[in-house]
């Protein structure tokens, strides 16, 4: 299992205010109610979503999650009883949402780097989130750099902050 450290900024025009952000990896049982389980079971945690999904193949389902605190969801999990789990660090990017392209441009520079993809999804805000392999890290960063992209940073949620 991977321990969460730090997540590195895309690059340097990386707001500030974007806080680390974690992929959250949990393997469930192919079965009703298993990501009611897990929603709960973070939700009780306090700890909130900020992007990612579930996805199904040959009766293993796999959740991908970008939270904030990976410590405290990889906790909640485990005292749930759900998993097995992982925490990793995410690399984050935006793309032009009105440039079509973009995805194929950006994941060409990072194979042509030789960066292996191994997760993609969306954050709420429309940032690329991408899981990469520790060795894969820094050339992904280095091409990050050079896109140029700026992240946007997550909405701040509205009530009371989460519980500790």
Known sequence: MTRPTPARPAGPARPSDVRPAYDLEVHLPDRPGALAD???????????????????????????????????ALRAVTAAGLGPAVVRDVEVASLDQETPGQLGTLARRLGDAGVNVLVQYSDHVGNLVLLVADEDAPSCRVVLAHWGSRVTPPRRASGPPPRT
């Not at 945690?45 to 991908?64: D, I, N, P, R, Y």
């Open 38 to 72: 897990l929603g709960q079971a973070l939700g009780e945690a306090g700890v909130s979503l900020e992007g990612g999904g579930v996805f199904t193949h040959g009766g293993q389902a796999v959740a991908h999650y970008l939270v904030h605190d990976g410590a405290r």
